[in-house]
């Protein structure tokens, strides 16, 4: 994979609050950046592969509400805050709900977030901003590492992406501490 940042530091927010239940109501994804031109701006998607949707960054809301993407919370009542982000891809003939996984290139520390057909997936959660983030159980930075209480990361940039031949201005996801890597 090779990317270029244009630009960093991409929250996300939730446009409207999670029900309980199976799945929330459809909400928009925000992305909340220090850099103006991204701030504010709705992700949608797009064609990464066959049956498979990254997140574009799209443009300013409320301007293009109406083609802004809307997602889902596969959730449950007790906990309706954290699941499986999840889209509904509507083909021809078909309509497939995709959960949002990672996918990791050996080779960089930023992952993509992408929708493919799955019953798995990456597993966030929305806090009490409705900022998403994405949980992580151990510290690996001491030896030997240990379980640590569950600590919420905002790691998310939007960055110039590739996968399968798709270059895109896209949500990303940097594993680690470190900023993303450029070369
Ligand atoms: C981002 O948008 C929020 C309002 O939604 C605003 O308060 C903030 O100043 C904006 N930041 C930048 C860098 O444009
Ligand atoms: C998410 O919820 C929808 C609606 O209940 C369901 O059809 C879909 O299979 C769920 N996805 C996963 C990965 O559980």
Known sequence: MKFTISSAAALLSLASSALAAQQSRPFYLVAVSHFAAINNTAFVACHEGAAIEGFCVGQKIPKTKAEAA?????????NPDEGLLSYQLVGNKFKVWEPMSLSHDVATNVAIPLFMPSDEGQQVGFDEHGLMYMKTYIND????????????????????TLYSSYEYHTLAWVTGKSPPEVS
């Not at 590492?145 to 960055?159: E, G, I, N």
Request: net charge positive; hydrophobic share 25%; charged share 20%.
């Open 141 to 160: 930075m001491v030896n030997p590492p240990h379980a640590v209480k569950p600590k919420k990361l905002y790691r998310w940039y939007t960055c110039t």
């Open 70 to 78: 809307t997602y889902r919370l596969n959730n449950t009542k007790q």
